[in-house]
């Protein structure tokens, strides 16, 4: 566990993992300095530093300790995330450490809803750890949007590669399994639209993608874990219905839609009122989403006119947000 002012560029978790990582154990007594590869076969950017689990009580396991440890953290005011962020720029590596430990705690929110799928919760979360320091290292402050915006797409992507390695499963480069939440949206758009699922030869035209970059992607996401796969014949809930209860939002995902909507908000406040309304309208930010039609019938245009005032705003939005997870949030 970092100790508070020590390096923490690489942030993992003491509990060493069970595959290949017999010597990743901290000896008791001293601080021990760590390298080497995580659950994924990732090699960590840098070493780390674990504190002395002795001191701080033998009779409790490491992630209690760990936890305990994150405790000390503050969160960070925007303020002071935007002034370390543009020092780590710089190069400024206790910057950097800074902002690692502020948000560790929100690494094993994001790893506890991974749970159950072949990797223990502290493999989860040093493979999310390290996602996070892939962002930190990439973040703009200058895009003006958040960090944990940023930095929750690189932590489940960390965790997701982790687990697609654990299992055998067929797993994307990173740029193509980027499409899947562009796919995804763009089916439930259609869907919404023309009552019926799209074809593949529809979403290659609409996302201008190859069919065959569509196909490839689909193929794999179809065995990627099988998240919306029955969890058996007498059962039709999927492993992510487990993952995400109806009826429970949790930490991670109350900050990230918060921190998400007000980013989209403060784009909307450059847009003309009836193009505000079209876009609440059109992505439910107030509501439902509605269907072109629909948003047509209710201010008074026709539908295709709508589909130009969305294509225009889009077109803006792009090329002003640079952030990966708001994108696709458009899409």
């Known amino acids: 566990m970092?100790?508070?002012?020590?390096?923490?560029?690489?942030?993992?978790?003491?509990k060493s993992a069970k595959r290949n990582?017999?010597?990743?154990?901290?000896?008791?007594?001293?601080?021990?300095?760590?390298?080497?590869?995580?659950?994924?076969g990732k090699k960590a950017s840098s070493s780390t530093e674990f504190s002395n689990t002795q001191d701080l009580g033998a009779d409790r396991d490491p992630l209690s300790l760990y936890l305990q440890e994150l405790g000390k953290y503050n969160v960070l005011t925007r303020e002071e995330e935007i002034v370390l962020a543009i020092k780590v720029k710089n190069g400024d590596e206790e910057a950097f450490n800074q902002l690692v430990r502020s948000n560790l705690r929100?690494?094993?929110?994001?790893?506890n809803r991974y749970k159950g799928f072949g990797l223990s919760l502290e493999d989860l979360i040093n493979e999310g750890n390290i996602g996070l320091i892939h962002a930190i290292r990439r973040f703009d402050p200058e895009r003006g949007f958040k960090l944990i915006t940023y930095a929750v797409w690189w932590i489940r992507q960390s965790i997701m590669h982790a687990i697609a390695d654990h299992t055998g499963t067929v797993r994307l480069p990173i740029k193509q399994a980027g499409l899947m939440p562009k796919i995804a949206a763009t089916r439930r758009a259609m869907r919404q639209e023309f009552g019926r699922e799209a074809s593949t030869e529809e979403l290659a035209e609409s996302l201008k993608l190859k069919v065959s970059n569509i196909e490839n992607v689909l193929r794999a996401n179809r065995t990627y874990l099988s998240l919306d796969a029955p969890i058996s014949e007498a059962d039709d809930t999927s492993y992510l219905d487990m993952l995400e209860e109806k009826n429970s939002i949790s930490a991670e995902e109350n900050l990230f839609q918060h921190s998400l909507h007000d980013e989209i908000d403060?784009?909307?406040?450059?847009?003309?009122?009836?193009?505000?309304?079209?876009?609440?309208?059109?992505?439910?930010?107030?509501?439902d989403p509605m269907t072109l039609e629909e948003i047509g019938q209710k201010i008074g245009l026709s539908r295709e006119r709508i589909r130009q005032i969305e294509k225009k705003v889009i077109r803006r939005f792009r090329a002003r947000a640079k952030n990966k997870t708001l994108l696709d949030f458009l899409r």
């Open 266 to 287: 403060n784009l909307l406040r450059d847009l003309e009122p009836r193009e505000q309304e079209i876009i609440r309208m059109r992505f439910g930010f107030d509501a």
């Open 2 to 14: 970092p100790k508070k002012g020590s390096s923490t560029s690489k942030a993992k978790h003491p």
């Open 106 to 111: 929100f690494v094993v929110s994001v790893a």
């Open 21 to 40: 990582r017999s010597k990743s154990s901290p000896p008791k007594g001293r601080a021990r300095r760590v390298s080497g590869s995580t659950a994924s």
